[in-house]
């Protein structure tokens, strides 16, 4: 079993739709969050990084942790076709500065 | 645009074969890390560096090496390369505890 299970999808949804993506995993070192957005011959890009349990809001990303329950969220709001990509969860534990990522969800978003 | 210049984007070469791929971290990051995307093992961590000091290793083969120069840049040695190795070679960098920013990385094909 992996320690980031992510749905690899693809997931295709219409204009304007809200999106939901999640991650689950299952050590519980992790403790800083991360979401990045690659687009297809690009590198990750950084979209979302938090620490403590809760939600986090940046434009029409919001980032949802619950470390209780070993499972993090990324929603987008308003989706537009430019956010047809994949999105891959990444966390690192407090001691460690590796990155483990989800194997990523790829997202289309149909005009 | 992360900040992070990897180079070359793209190298062609034969099995058994020996490839070095460059990195330049953003300005005033320490930390750098090297990490391999493949379509069956996604995002995988290989290697970091901070301020010219190995860091951290995964699951990096013997074939492989890297380093950082004293002007912060890095370079990741793949040798007596094989079919296998074919993949995406991301380069990442960061200072410190912050999250990391990956460049647009270097499509390695083996033939």
């Known amino acids: 079993q992996k320690e980031v299970e992510q749905d690899p999808g693809p997931l295709s949804v219409p204009e304007g739709a809200i999106v939901s993506l999640n991650c689950t995993y299952s050590?519980?070192?992790?403790?800083?969050f991360m979401w990045y957005r690659q687009y297809s011959r690009k590198g990750p890009e950084l979209l979302m990084y938090?620490?403590?349990?809760g939600n986090k809001e940046d434009g029409r990303f919001t980032a949802q942790v619950d470390k209780s329950s070993k499972y993090i969220s990324l929603f987008i709001r308003d989706s537009q076709p430019s956010d047809s990509a994949t999105y891959l969860c990444?966390?690192?534990?407090?001691?460690?500065?590796?990155?483990?990522f989800g194997g990523g969800t790829r997202l289309m978003v149909k005009p | 645009d992360s900040g992070v210049t990897q180079t070359p984007k793209h190298l062609i070469t034969a099995t058994g074969q020996r490839v070095t791929l460059r990195c330049s971290p953003r300005?005033?990051?320490?930390?750098v890390y090297w990490y391999q995307q493949s379509l069956d093992q996604g995002l995988q961590f290989l290697i970091q560096?901070?301020?010219?000091?190995?860091?951290a290793k995964g699951n990096i083969l013997e074939r492989f090496s890297a380093q950082q120069f004293p002007d912060l840049h890095s370079e990741l040695n793949l040798s007596s390369l094989e079919l296998g190795d074919s993949a995406l070679y991301f380069c990442?960098?960061?200072?410190?505890?912050?999250?990391?920013?990956f460049g647009d990385g270097t499509r390695l094909s083996i033939l």
């Open positions: 990442a960098s960061s200072a410190s505890n912050q999250p990391q920013h």
């Open positions: 050590n519980s070192a992790f403790q800083y």
């Open positions: 938090t620490y403590s349990s």
């Open positions: 990444a966390m690192i534990s407090n001691a460690g500065n590796m990155l483990t």
């Open positions: 300005s005033g990051d320490l930390s």
């Open positions: 560096y901070y301020n010219g000091e190995e860091r």
